[in-house]
């Protein structure tokens, strides 16, 4: 049973993917792409939920008056919160590999692979433009299979 569990804990798979624009616009390349980890996943989620609520507690009354400000500040709290965990990641002793297994751009095409991943519930962000616009998409992947797992990251955080 031991055994069992430790080749279960060794398993790993490969998440492939590309970066989709919506019809009639183009990405701009490369574009970075970060897989988190479980571990990061829920340091980044707090990270973006503080920010989010300091900017709604400071900028509540320009909110009310320009709902569609509040999107560009998710952006940022977005931004904020990947470059604090990237950068975690860095100097996280506990980290047993590298970082640029985990924080990469894509091929002029779009394209990005991540290998060895271990099963668990990952994040991939990326970080692009479309036009003279930055963009941030995102994907929830959960890797339980060694079968490699294609993603199109198409969701877009608004």
Known sequence: MLQILLLLLQQTTIITGTVVAPPQQQVSHPVQVILLSPHYLDLWNGEVQKRLDLYWQQYLPTFRDRKELFAEFSKQAHRDATNYVVTRMRRDASNKVSVSDYVMETSV????????VPFGEYKVLAFGRIGNQDVIWQEFIDVRSTIPHFLELKKRVP
């Open 109 to 116: 095409d779009g394209k990005f692979e991540f290998k060895n």
